[in-house]
């Protein structure tokens, strides 16, 4: 057990996040026909893929569909291999240990890439650009091969700390541009009045959850305000309890999105990453409690600097317990008050990650030096060296789209810092987040409505998809974790312009030629 317990953390996140690969290729995987076949809505045949020159080429793009012409097959059915191979490889990785190395993530990252090139609107999520850097650092923490011995190493550290990096730029930036958008749904607290039932796709929960007392709602706002934007600062504080507080309130918020809505395999993959929040000793049922002074003063501190941040997001929302025992809610702050803060918080933060890498850099190479054997001191201390650099460019490359939050910050960084980011771009390897900027639906939930008849007499009746709203007479569907991706730009497209999303033309006119696979993916035939 012992020596097991030393590799929990990092082989509970490499098993989440081979599940997580297994659900986006088989979702996606099932809808290529539909979404990217000769006859689909956006044909993949019509992409200018060309084929590498040289290796230096294709590494600056390694879009496996460019090699099809090795394997002499057309740019769908690669697509389609690919797809199948990835999906292949993550179900084995998934329930087995020995699938868990490098060359598997690697295969699994490159082919989710490929897809996400030639993917084009139907893959311009932010989850799965998030599967991409997440992915990418999945391959630093995986072990080089099946023949070697599952044990933690001295570079994993590294890749834990990239991906609390990571989840701390997700939750924060979550939190930050729903009050930088203006919008007055957030900053009234009200976003929730409206969200459960104007999210792309509701489930039975959102029904029940709508209709719950108004100063709930409220409640919920503040309260995912503060888990989003104050709570992720405590994710770097080297305590245990402020670590399972941290992991837990970020659990509980993840699951009640879950409980409440179809949001495919996001809220999956953002839980996975919070296993980096935990060490390994946190995995140990067994675990010695140890009752000394310094334990003892590491729990009141704990509990202190927990309290205190609750406090203070209490006091920033103005939370108040009524003689009715319901809490009344409210924005304590001033917009240009929160400006403040966040130019401050994300020049601090930028500061604070800085330092805090090159500390864990250090404590991986004191731990590589520590070892016995030396063919596996100079082992660990190359894994450290290559980790480190790789995540030293990862670590400059994210405070672009990072420092972008507050619109100031981001000229303050380094011109060669800027490059770097340009250079990483096209791998998708560092992105901006924040989903919800704006609350959709006041007034009413908008659909776009689609209806088919034999013949321009008639008579017009409604194509019913089988997991967007349509029939107020059907129970909404539970979908999680699978992504229907033309029911996702539908909801985009009932928000905004014909014009602005060209693919509807194209879904149109196969719904007119009454193509298979377009009707397939929709669910349901004509009328039925």
């Known amino acids: ?18 599940f997580i690969y297994l659900f986006a290729f088989t979702s996606l995987y099932i809808q290529l026909p539909g979404l990217y076949g000769d006859n689909g809505i956006t044909p993949v045949r019509l992409l200018h893929i060309p084929k590498p020159s040289t290796v230096e080429d294709f590494i600056k793009e390694p879009n496996l569909l ?88 001295a570079s994993d550290a590294i890749s834990l700390w990239l991906l609390r990096w990571l989840l701390f730029r997700l939750m924060f930036s979550a939190g930050v541009v729903k009050l930088t958008s203006n919008c007055p749904a957030w900053w009234g607290l009200e976003a929730l009045h409206w969200h ?55 659990l509980l918020l993840q699951g009640l999105i879950i409980l409440t809505g179809n949001f495919n395999f996001f809220n999956l993959l953002t839980m996975a990453l919070c ?24 729990n009141l501190l704990s509990l202190i600097i927990i309290g205190v941040v609750l406090v203070f997001g209490g006091y920033l929302f103005n939370f108040r317990v009524t003689p009715e025992y319901t809490i009344t809610s409210s924005v304590g702050f001033t917009k240009a008050q929160f400006n403040q803060f966040l130019t401050h918080a994300v020049s601090y933060s930028i500061c604070a990650a800085v330092a805090l890498f090159a500390i ?39 405070f672009v789209p990072f420092a972008n939050l507050d619109g100031q910050s981001v000229e303050k960084l380094p011109v060669s810092v800027r490059q770097i980011h340009s250079q990483l771009r096209p791998y998708h390897l560092t992105n901006a987040y924040g989903l919800f900027r704006r609350m959709t639906g006041f007034g009413g939930r908008p659909e776009v409505i689609l ?57 149109v006119y196969r719904l007119l030629q009454q193509e298979p696979d377009v009707v397939t993916i929709l669910g349901q035939v004509l009328g039925s």
């Open 1 to 18: 057990m012992g020596r097991l317990n030393d590799i929990f953390t990092k082989e509970r996140f490499l098993t989440a996040i081979s």
């Open 360 to 398: 864990q850099v250090y404590c991986s190479l004191v731990c590589a030096l520590k070892t016995q054997k030396l063919w596996r001191k100079c082992a660990e201390l190359a894994g450290v060296v290559a980790v480190g650099i790789i995540g030293l460019a990862l670590l400059f490359s994210s």
């Open 451 to 507: 209806e088919g008849a034999p013949s321009v007499e008639g008579p017009w009746t409604e194509y019913h998809f089988r997991f967007k709203p349509g029939r107020v007479n059907r129970t909404p569907p539970v979908v999680i974790p699978h992504q229907p991706r033309v029911d996702w730009q539908l909801w985009f497209a009932a928000l905004s312009q014909p014009n602005d999303h060209p693919w509807f033309y194209n879904l």
């Open 66 to 153: 460019r090699l099809r012409e090795y394997l002499n097959l057309d740019v769908y059915t690669m697509l389609e291999l690919c797809t199948l191979v990835g999906g292949i490889l993550a179900f084995l990785a998934a329930f087995s240990e020995d699938f868990r190395t490098f060359g598997v993530f690697l295969m699994m990252w490159m082919a989710y890439f490929s897809a996400v090139k030639v993917g084009q609107v139907f893959l311009w999520f932010q989850w799965d650009i998030m599967l991409l850097e997440a992915g990418f650092i999945a391959i630093l923490l995986a072990k080089l091969s099946a023949s070697f011995p599952v044990r933690y190493s």
């Open 275 to 298: 296993y980096s929040l935990l060490k390994d000793e946190d995995f140990n049922t067994r675990r010695r409690k140890t009752t000394g002074i310094s334990s003892r003063l590491s």
């Open 196 to 250: 459960y039932q104007s999210q792309c796709i509701p489930n039975p929960v959102a029904w029940h959850a709508h209709h719950l007392p108004g100063w709930m709602h409220n409640f919920s706002v503040a309260s995912t305000l503060i888990i989003e934007i104050l709570l992720p600062l405590l994710f770097f504080v080297p305590l245990r309890l402020v670590r399972l507080f941290s992991f837990y309130s970020q």
